[in-house]
């Protein structure tokens, strides 16, 4: 499976971003999508995770203002960014996990200016 992301950038605080992570290769194998994001000097951590069946999961501090989607059709899933705070400043990644394995597509960068 390859991830391939896009849609980063600079906004200011406030605002709105939408990120895409397209996926190809071995896609029937894939359980679910999410997106993780690293901050300098901190560990990964997940920010949203949506299954195959629709079902999705979002980290504490991003509920009510990141909505996460797929669109079977396109391969892709998205991560809608609204209200983002500087503490969004992250390198955000796409994950896919399947059965057997995990793949991470390169980060794509997000800066919230104050």
């Known amino acids: 499976v390859q991830l391939q992301a896009s849609g980063g950038g600079l906004v200011q605080s406030g605002g709105s971003l939408r990120l895409s992570c397209a996926a190809s290769g071995s896609i029937y194998s894939i359980n679910a999508l999410g997106w993780y994001r690293q901050a300098p000097g901190k560990q990964r951590e997940l920010v949203a995770i949506?299954?195959?069946?629709?079902?999705?999961n979002y980290a504490d501090s991003v509920k009510g203002r990141f909505t996460i989607s797929r669109d079977n059709n396109k391969n892709t899933v998205y991560l809608q960014m609204n209200s983002v705070k500087p503490e969004d400043t992250a390198v955000y990644y796409c994950?896919?996990?399947?059965?057997?394995?995990?793949?991470w597509g390169q980060g794509t960068q997000v800066t919230v200016s104050s």
């Open positions: 949506i299954n195959s069946r629709g079902g999705t």
């Open positions: 994950n896919a996990v399947s059965l057997s394995a995990g793949f």
